[in-house]
Every structure is written in C-alpha cells, then in structure tokens.
C-alpha cells in the first residue's frame, strides 16, 4: 500500500551528493519537498531541477528544505547538476538522493517492489519515479503530484500548494479553487458563526456550509 496523506513517512538512510542521512534528519523542524526524477542527463528533468535551483530564496522564505532523488549514483548527479546550473543560471545547492537501490522509490510507492534497474537502463525502466512529496514538520506526508514523463512539472504550483498547506496549518482554515496568498480562506464549517466573527470579524456566508473571510492581519 502507498503513502497516504498524513501517513508518516519512512526514515530511510540516504546516500546524496552531500553525504549520507535520514530523511527524518534532514527534514528536522522543517517543511521539505522531496521531488524525484527517472534518471540523469535527461531533458525534461534538467529543466526541471533547474526551476527548483532558481526557487532557493523562495524556499527559504518558507522554511522548506528541497531534496531530488534520482537512480542513479552519486558521481553522475555531481556531473549533472553542473548542466542544472548552467542551463537555469542558478546554484542546485540542495542534495539528490542516489537511490541506485530503488530503495526510496519503493518505499514510497513510486515503484513495484519487484522493480530492478537492468543493464542498459533508459529513463522508462523508472518511469513512474516523478512525484512531488511535500512533508511537513511532523514527517507526515501533507501532498502528492505524480506527472507522467513528457509533461514537466509546475513549480510555481509547487509553491502555491506549498503556501497553501502552511497556511492552513498555521491558521485552522482551508484554501479554495485557485487560491493565492492575500485571497480569502475558507472557514471550516466546524467553527460555528460566532466563533467565526471573534476569529475573522466580517465574513462572506454564500451558503450555510461555505463562508470565506480574509486572513486577519497580525
């Protein structure tokens, strides 16, 4: 069975091209993203890691440590990432995990546990290896974006869903369709409108189950 949201997630041992650690260990009190890839020195999944290099402020601001995970070892992904850099114009200062085991990519479910990696792999022996994992402090799994290999992947929705899931967090409220930071919240119908009017003050009821109200400023 897969990783479900608000499962904890396995605190796996990792080799990266900085070192060995647990996932426990390096998401600590952080929010992180892990965000895997079939394989090195491949197109999309260049661009890909590229857009997370150029993201490194953004993360920051928000507490989030970023980890790759491609099949291949350790050496290679050194090798990759000065492509990474070159072609985005910006340092891939965050570790790949060199799961050249599958052993990450199955305990995730990414891949079936009888999956192996054959002499003369091509990135479709691991193609299901492309998913987002943002987890939060607790090391639970908070979401999961699975893309297939010829679409690459958002990552300025990484970043909203990211905002969205701290936002929630931090204030008890849920985010509607194509929310943004500023935008109104959804307040959970579990608040009643008299503890809604003491939290929000004014607030919009467009039906007795959907009242939306803008975050009160600190």
Same mark, same amino acid.
């Given at each position: ?13 990792? #080799? ?7 996932? =426990? ?8 993203? +892990? ?7 491949? @197109? ?6 590229? *857009?997370? *290099? ?26 990759? $990432?000065? #492509? ?20 990450? *990519? $199955? ?9 192996? +990696? @054959?002499? %003369? ?18 090391? $639970? ?10 679409? %690459? ?8 869903? +990211? ?20 935008? #109104? ?20 009821? =467009? ?7 803008? +975050?009160?400023?600190?």
């Amino acid at each position: 069975m897969g990783l479900r949201i608000n499962d904890t997630i396995p605190d796996i041992t990792v #080799d990266t091209d900085q070192g060995s650690f647990s996932l =426990h260990e390096f998401i600590g009190d952080s929010w992180a993203i +892990l965000f895997s890839h079939p394989k090195d020195f491949t @197109p999309v999944c260049t661009t890909e890691f590229g *857009a997370v *290099a150029q993201l490194s402020d953004e993360w920051e601001k928000r507490g989030t440590k970023v980890l790759g995970i491609s099949v291949d070892g350790v050496e290679d992904h050194k090798k990759w $990432k000065g #492509d990474i850099e070159t072609f985005s114009g910006a340092k891939a200062g965050f570790p790949i995990i060199a799961d050249t085991d599958l052993a990450v *990519a $199955k305990a995730f479910d990414m891949l079936p546990a009888e999956a192996y +990696l @054959p002499e %003369g792999r091509t990135p479709n022996d691991t193609a299901t290896v492309r998913v987002v994992f943002i987890i939060g402090p607790d090391k $639970k799994l908070k979401l999961s974006m699975t893309y297939p290999m010829n679409v %690459g992947r958002n990552f300025a929705e990484v970043l909203r869903a +990211l905002d969205g899931l701290q936002t929630a967090a931090a204030n008890t409220v849920a985010t509607p369709a194509n929310w943004n930071v500023g935008d #109104d919240v959804v307040i959970p119908a579990t608040v009643s409108n008299e503890d809604a009017a003491a939290k929000f003050g004014d607030f919009k009821t =467009h039906f007795p189950y959907l009242r939306t109200a803008p +975050l009160p400023k600190n």
